[in-house]
């Protein structure tokens, strides 16, 4: 079982010399990744820092640890321009880089920075998006015209050091927005679901992946919500997701933030050894 550090951007999180140590001590204490919530806004306050800008503070400050997002609304951004962002991070960090890829949920944001839309139209924008970005990262001049998206004659250089491109893992739930993991998806991370649920929906995924002639493998990956502070309950709940499928287990770390190292230390001592 691998682990993900998943840190919550928002007020109380945002001090430069916290995220620093949060995550050279994710690295030191073994997790495989260090994933930022991707929000300018958030139910309970704007307070909050752009989630590429954290990664690429931490590209120069890390050497193993991979540095991705959890997730990304894809509609948010212009797909070119996030593109480019993805692939300057990875450039920095040597590789390392994930794009966690949602469809977004918190309208609020999307008024004030993009545009929200229906559900259905994000996700036709998503589709468009994530077609115009891989095509991107191949270095390649691009011309597409979509129906929510344009680009007439954009490259990409540097492109990013992960070859094909950088995995994207997606947060997903929905048909069609699973329609697009079978076909783009490093790995599946849904968020706050049951083992029983989770290694059906897992299974499912995977045969779709298979209907479609993609014979890369699709890895199993969870957000839980649920804060432990004693070791045999957090085990226990790790040991049945694997049991369920799940090779990288997520935890919000939203501890108080003075606690957060100490607690990663803890959890490094007390829980990886025994799942």
Same mark, same amino acid.
């Given at each position: 079982?691998?682990?993900? %550090?998943?840190?919550?951007?928002?007020?109380?999180?945002?001090?430069?010399?916290? @995220?620093?140590?949060?995550?050279?001590?994710?690295?030191?204490?073994? &997790?495989?990744?260090?994933?930022?919530?991707?929000?300018?806004? +958030?139910?309970?306050?704007?307070?909050?820092?752009?989630?590429?800008?954290?990664?690429?503070?931490?590209?120069?400050?890390?050497?193993?640890?991979?540095?991705?997002?959890?997730?990304? !609304? =894809?509609?948010?951004?212009?797909?070119?321009?996030?593109?480019? =962002?993805?692939?300057?991070?990875?450039? +920095?960090?040597?590789?390392?880089?994930?794009?966690?890829? *949602?469809?977004?949920?918190?309208?609020?944001?999307? $008024?004030? &920075?993009?545009?929200?839309?229906?559900?259905?139209?994000?996700?036709?924008?998503?589709?468009?998006?994530?077609?115009?970005?891989?095509?991107?990262?191949?270095?390649?001049?691009?011309?597409?015209?979509?129906?929510?998206?344009?680009?007439?004659?954009?490259?990409?250089?540097?492109?990013?050091?992960?070859? !094909? &491109?950088?995995?994207?893992?997606? *947060?997903?739930?929905?048909?069609?927005?699973? $329609? /697009?993991?079978?076909?783009?998806?490093?790995?599946?991370?849904?968020?706050? @679901?049951?083992?029983?649920?989770?290694?059906?929906? /897992?299974?499912? /995924?995977?045969?779709?992946?298979?209907?479609?002639?993609?014979?890369?493998? %699709?890895? *199993?990956?969870?957000?839980? &919500?649920?804060?432990?502070?004693?070791?045999?309950?957090?085990?226990?709940? =790790?040991?049945?997701?694997?049991?369920?499928?799940?090779?990288?287990?997520?935890? =919000?770390?939203?501890?108080?933030?003075?606690?957060?190292?100490?607690?990663?230390?803890?959890?490094?001592?007390?829980?990886?050894?025994?799942?």
């Amino acid at each position: 079982m691998e682990h993900l %550090l998943i840190y919550p951007v928002k007020k109380g999180y945002l001090d430069k010399d916290l @995220i620093s140590e949060v995550g050279k001590a994710a690295e030191q204490a073994g &997790f495989y990744a260090f994933l930022s919530w991707d929000h300018y806004m +958030l139910p309970d306050g704007p307070e909050t820092l752009d989630a590429w800008s954290i990664l690429g503070y931490l590209a120069g400050q890390t050497d193993t640890i991979k540095l991705g997002t959890v997730v990304t !609304p =894809i509609p948010f951004r212009p797909p070119a321009q996030l593109a480019k =962002i993805v692939a300057s991070v990875d450039h +920095l960090s040597g590789g390392r880089t994930i794009l966690g890829v *949602g469809a977004g949920w918190h309208q609020p944001e999307f $008024d004030g &920075f993009s545009n929200w839309g229906t559900p259905g139209q994000r996700v036709t924008r998503t589709s468009e998006a994530l077609e115009l970005i891989t095509r991107l990262w191949t270095g390649e001049k691009v011309s597409f015209e979509g129906k929510a998206y344009n680009s007439d004659g954009a490259i990409i250089s540097p492109v990013p050091t992960q070859k !094909p &491109f950088p995995p994207m893992w997606f *947060g997903v739930r929905g048909p069609r927005m699973l $329609d /697009l993991a079978a076909r783009y998806a490093d790995a599946w991370i849904p968020t706050n @679901i049951s083992p029983e649920l989770y290694e059906d929906g /897992l299974k499912k /995924l995977r045969e779709k992946r298979s209907e479609l002639g993609i014979n890369t493998s %699709l890895k *199993g990956a969870l957000q839980n &919500f649920d804060v432990y502070t004693e070791s045999e309950p957090c085990v226990a709940t =790790i040991n049945s997701y694997a049991a369920a499928g799940c090779e990288y287990y997520g935890s =919000i770390w939203s501890y108080p933030p003075d606690e957060m190292v100490s607690r990663i230390e803890w959890f490094s001592k007390e829980v990886m050894p025994n799942v």
